[in-house]
């Protein structure tokens, strides 16, 4: 009797995707960076009102992919060793022991991370850049899987610390969420009536587990698909053209402080790569760049005082240089 063929990478993707769309509705946007930042081994920031799912897009993912999920409330009295985890002393051996903190799980939501102070910021920075945690004289690694998805809440901002600029640089990507339309709301609203049920009759089904070795697989695949010179030529100039905004526009040159690091050249790449390949194919176009390129720029492009007193965001100034830029 034949034995049953394990999914391919792509298909147990394509099926942790179908999963997700049916509890997180009318967020698809999100869904596909939360994929794309697992594909590309990358940490997204999330910024939207509360309510949005942002929360509970991470806890379904973490659910359907081998890897065990913490979830870390940031506030201003929130300590260092919070995060990474103290030294105890053990009398009975007259010695210390490392005590590993929530940073050491795979999934990892930093729920309000803007509420925490400088030195949780500079000590969650070390391990999303390093992927390593530095307590006194040793340092010890975080698991090959590792993700980090931060939240923003836009609406308040007393209390909050601003995320300083070389942070916001680790992050691959900077995901807006919007409220869902009608249709989507209405869906929500039967999706929660039925989960309640549910809940209630304890007839949940358990949720279909990707292995990491599926994960890394598929990140295999990602770095191996086809980005042809002319498009690797494109993305380099794109990033450059966020540096020297204004030979593509006098006024452009007016409302950008700062552009893209180098860092957002990778970025573009690798989440572009991830795009096409979760749209089921193994070379890059484009549209994968244009659809990535505002979530991986728009922290990276700093503007200027005139742009804010002029109401210019750093989605305008990316989408007229999208515009202007000619294309391979």
């Given at each position: 009797m034949d034995m049953p063929q394990a999914p391919t990478a792509h298909s147990a993707f394509a099926s942790l995707r179908e999963q997700l769309s049916q509890c997180i509705i009318g967020q698809a946007a999100l869904i596909d960076r939360l994929l794309i930042a697992l594909l590309a081994d990358g940490h997204l920031l999330v910024e939207g009102a509360p309510g949005l799912a942002k929360t509970t897009a991470i806890k379904e993912l973490a659910t359907r992919i081998e890897a065990d999920f913490h979830r870390i409330q940031f506030?201003?009295?929130?300590?260092?060793?919070?995060?990474?985890?103290?030294?105890?002393?053990?009398?009975?051996?007259?010695?210390?022991?490392?005590?590993?903190?929530?940073?050491?799980?795979?999934?990892?939501?930093?729920?309000?991370?803007?509420?925490?102070?400088?030195?949780?910021?500079?000590?969650?920075?070390?391990?999303?850049?390093?992927?390593?945690?530095?307590?006194?004289?040793?340092?010890?690694?975080?698991?090959?899987?590792?993700?980090?998805?931060?939240?923003?809440?836009?609406?308040?901002?007393?209390?909050?610390?601003?995320?300083?600029?070389?942070?916001?640089?680790?992050?691959?990507?900077?995901v807006r969420v919007d409220y869902p339309k009608a249709e989507a709301e209405a869906a929500i609203l039967r999706f929660a009536r039925d989960r309640a049920r549910q809940s209630l009759a304890a007839t949940a089904t358990a949720a279909v587990r990707l292995s990491q070795a599926q994960v890394f697989a598929a990140r295999s695949q990602v770095l191996d698909l086809h980005l042809a010179p002319q498009l690797e030529d494109y993305i380099v100039q794109l990033v450059l053209a966020t540096r020297d905004p204004g030979a593509h526009g006098a006024e452009l040159a007016r409302y950008v402080a700062f552009g893209a690091s180098p860092r957002g050249t990778i970025a573009l790449d690798r989440c572009a790569r991830a795009h096409a390949w979760l749209q089921g194919r193994d070379y890059v176009t484009p549209e994968d760049v244009h659809a990535i390129a505002p979530d991986v720029l728009r922290h990276r492009v700093l503007l200027s005082y005139e742009a804010e007193a002029e109401g210019i965001d750093a989605d305008r100034v990316i989408a007229t240089l999208l515009e202007r830029l000619p294309l391979p």
């Open positions: 506030t201003p009295d929130l300590l260092p060793a919070d995060l990474t985890g103290t030294e105890i002393y053990r009398p009975q051996t007259g010695s210390f022991e490392f005590q590993r903190g929530p940073i050491f799980h795979n999934v990892v939501l930093a729920d309000e991370v803007n509420r925490a102070p400088a030195k949780v910021q500079s000590a969650l920075l070390e391990a999303m850049g390093e992927r390593q945690v530095t307590v006194g004289r040793d340092t010890f690694a975080l698991p090959a899987l590792f993700l980090v998805m931060a939240t923003q809440n836009p609406i308040e901002q007393e209390g909050t610390y601003p995320l300083p600029e070389a942070q916001l640089d680790r992050f691959l990507l900077h």
